[in-house]
């Protein structure tokens, strides 16, 4: 019943720039907390950014703040995650996640690769 899915991962240059989408259903989405995640190759999934319900909060890993900015339309029922100033390091599955009816729900994610 619910279901994230994840479009807007592709192949990018090295300071390129990228916007991913998230659209969530079976989820009444504007008191839901929403947040990115991402896993490279061999190492362990990780949060990266995460915004409130309303969209008013955010927070971002050390690692991508001031490049990456999280948003949501809760009238479109998504997430978006702008991605600029891509590096290599920023290769990975990224993933929407969130919490509702007492478990964690996930995407199926979208890969990006950054070329040097």
């Known amino acids: 019943q619910v279901q994230l899915v994840e479009s807007g991962g592709g192949l990018v240059q090295a300071g390129g720039s990228l916007r991913l989408s998230c659209v969530a259903s079976?989820?009444?989405?504007?008191?839901?907390?929403m947040g990115w995640y991402r896993q490279a190759p061999g190492k362990q999934r990780e949060l990266v950014a995460r915004?409130?319900?309303?969209?008013?909060?955010?927070s971002y890993a050390d690692s991508v703040k001031g490049r990456f900015t999280i948003s949501r339309d809760n009238a479109k029922n998504t997430v978006f995650l702008q991605m600029n100033s891509l590096k290599p390091e920023d290769t990975a599955v990224y993933y929407c996640?969130?919490?509702?009816?007492?478990?964690?729900?996930w995407g199926k994610g979208t890969l990006v690769t950054v070329s040097s």
């Open positions: 915004i409130s319900s309303g969209g008013g909060i955010t």
């Open positions: 996640n969130t919490g509702a009816y007492g478990a964690e729900y």
């Open positions: 079976g989820i009444i989405f504007s008191i839901n907390v």
